[in-house]
C-alpha cells in the first residue's frame, strides 16, 4: 500500500452526489429506526459514486492499480470501493452487520478508492474497526472526526508508517495495531495462486535488475555505466509508480544493506 494523494473531487461529486447525500439525510431525518435498518432502505446510485469520472481519475491516481494490495487492476478499472462501508459495517469478522452504514458518504471523494475483487469482495466488505467503538458516527448527525478507524487510509495516512514486507508477506511495524488490522482486514497475506506467483515473478525481476546494475558497475566501461543508469531509472520508476511500489522499496532497500 503507498500514499494516494487525491487532487479536488470530481464535480459530479460535488453537484450529483451531495444532491444525492442531502436525500439520504433527509429520507433517515423522516424514518424511524426500524425503517432505517432495512438492508436496502437508501436508494445508492452507482452512476455516481461509479461514474467513468470517478473511475478514470482514481485510476490515475492510484496509477491503475488497487489501492490496498497494489494488484495492477488489468483490462477492468476495479471495484469503487468506500473505504467507510456505505451499507452496513462491522467492528469485526463475525459480527451481525449493522444497518445502516456510512449511508451520508457514499459519494464523498475522500471515502472513494478503487480496489481489486480480492480486497473488496473476498475480505474487506462491510469491515470497518474503530480503535473506541463507541465513538462511531451511526448518522450525518455525528462527527466522523471523532472516529479513530484501525484501517490505514492511503490518503490521510502514510501507509509506509504502518506497513513493511519481507518478500512478498506485509507486518505490521512494531506491531502496531493499524498495520495488523489492515492486513488481516484486507487479506494482505492470502493472496490466490496466481497473484502469489505474479508477485513472485516481480520480486525476481527487480532482484535480477539489482544484481545486473552490480555486475555492469564492478567493470565501469562507458556502455556499462550507461546501463547503470538506465537500470536505475527504471528501479526508481519501480518504486514510485509501478505494482506493487511498497514492497518492492523494501526489497530494495535490504538488498542495498546487505550487499
Ligand atoms: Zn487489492
Same mark, same amino acid.
Given at each position: 500500500?503507498?500514499?494516494?494523494?487525491?487532487?479536488?473531487?470530481?464535480?459530479?461529486?460535488? *453537484?450529483?452526489?451531495?444532491?444525492?447525500?442531502?436525500?439520504?439525510?433527509? !429520507?433517515?431525518?423522516?424514518?424511524?429506526?426500524?425503517?432505517?435498518?432495512?438492508?436496502?432502505?437508501?436508494?445508492?446510485?452507482?452512476?455516481?459514486?461509479?461514474?467513468?469520472?470517478?473511475?478514470?481519475?482514481?485510476?490515475?491516481?492510484?496509477?491503475?492499480?488497487?489501492?490496498?494490495?497494489?494488484?495492477?487492476?488489468?483490462?477492468?478499472?476495479?471495484?469503487?470501493?468506500?473505504?467507510?462501508?456505505?451499507?452496513?459495517?462491522? !467492528? !469485526?469478522?463475525?459480527?451481525?452487520?449493522?444497518?445502516?452504514?456510512?449511508?451520508?458518504?457514499?459519494?464523498?471523494?475522500?471515502?472513494?478508492?478503487?480496489?481489486?475483487?480480492?480486497?473488496?469482495?473476498?475480505?474487506?466488505?462491510?469491515?470497518?474497526?474503530?480503535?473506541?467503538?463507541?465513538?462511531?458516527?451511526?448518522?450525518?448527525?455525528?462527527?466522523?472526526?471523532?472516529?479513530?478507524?484501525?484501517?490505514?487510509?492511503? *490518503?490521510?495516512?502514510?501507509?509506509?508508517?504502518?506497513?513493511?514486507?519481507?518478500?512478498?508477506?506485509?507486518?505490521?511495524?512494531?506491531?502496531?495495531?493499524?498495520?495488523?488490522?489492515?492486513?488481516?482486514?484486507?487479506?494482505?497475506?492470502?493472496?490466490?495462486?496466481?497473484?502469489?506467483?505474479?508477485?513472485?515473478?516481480?520480486?525476481?525481476?527487480?532482484? *535480477?535488475?539489482?544484481?545486473?546494475?552490480?555486475?555492469?558497475?564492478?567493470?565501469?566501461?562507458?556502455?556499462?555505466?550507461?546501463?547503470?543508469?538506465?537500470?536505475?531509472?527504471?528501479?526508481?520508476?519501480?518504486?514510485?509508480?509501478?505494482?506493487?511500489?511498497?514492497? *518492492?522499496?523494501?526489497?530494495?532497500?535490504?538488498?542495498?544493506?546487505?550487499?
Amino acid at each position: 500500500m503507498v500514499h494516494i494523494p487525491k487532487p479536488p473531487a470530481p464535480a459530479i461529486l460535488l *453537484t450529483d452526489g451531495i444532491a444525492k447525500a442531502l436525500e439520504h439525510s433527509e !429520507q433517515y431525518d423522516s424514518s424511524t429506526p426500524e425503517q432505517r435498518r432495512a438492508k436496502k432502505f437508501f436508494p445508492f446510485e452507482g452512476k455516481i459514486y461509479g461514474s467513468l469520472t470517478v473511475r478514470e481519475i482514481l485510476s490515475i491516481v492510484q496509477h491503475g492499480k488497487c489501492a490496498f494490495c497494489e494488484t495492477p487492476l488489468l483490462g477492468c478499472y476495479g471495484d469503487v470501493e468506500h473505504f467507510r462501508p456505505k451499507a452496513a459495517w462491522q !467492528q !469485526q469478522k463475525g459480527d451481525t452487520p449493522h444497518y445502516p452504514g456510512y449511508y451520508w458518504l457514499v459519494y464523498d471523494w475522500d471515502n472513494l478508492f478503487l480496489s481489486c475483487e480480492y480486497c473488496n469482495r473476498s475480505f474487506k466488505k462491510n469491515l470497518f474497526p474503530l480503535a473506541d467503538p463507541t465513538k462511531r458516527a451511526l448518522s450525518h448527525h455525528d462527527n466522523i472526526e471523532d472516529e479513530e478507524p484501525l484501517l490505514i487510509h492511503p *490518503t490521510f495516512d502514510n501507509p509506509e508508517n504502518f506497513l513493511g514486507f519481507r518478500g512478498r508477506m506485509p507486518y505490521a511495524i512494531n506491531g502496531n495495531a493499524k498495520g495488523e488490522a489492515t492486513i488481516l482486514l484486507f487479506g494482505l497475506r492470502k493472496r490466490p495462486d496466481k497473484i502469489r506467483k505474479f508477485q513472485n515473478i516481480h520480486l525476481q525481476t527487480i532482484t *535480477t535488475l539489482l544484481e545486473a546494475r552490480d555486475t555492469y558497475s564492478d567493470k565501469p566501461t562507458p556502455e556499462n555505466l550507461s546501463r547503470v543508469q538506465r537500470i536505475n531509472r527504471l528501479l526508481q520508476e519501480y518504486q514510485s509508480v509501478g505494482m506493487y511500489a511498497s514492497m *518492492t522499496q523494501a526489497l530494495i532497500r535490504d538488498y542495498n544493506t546487505n550487499s
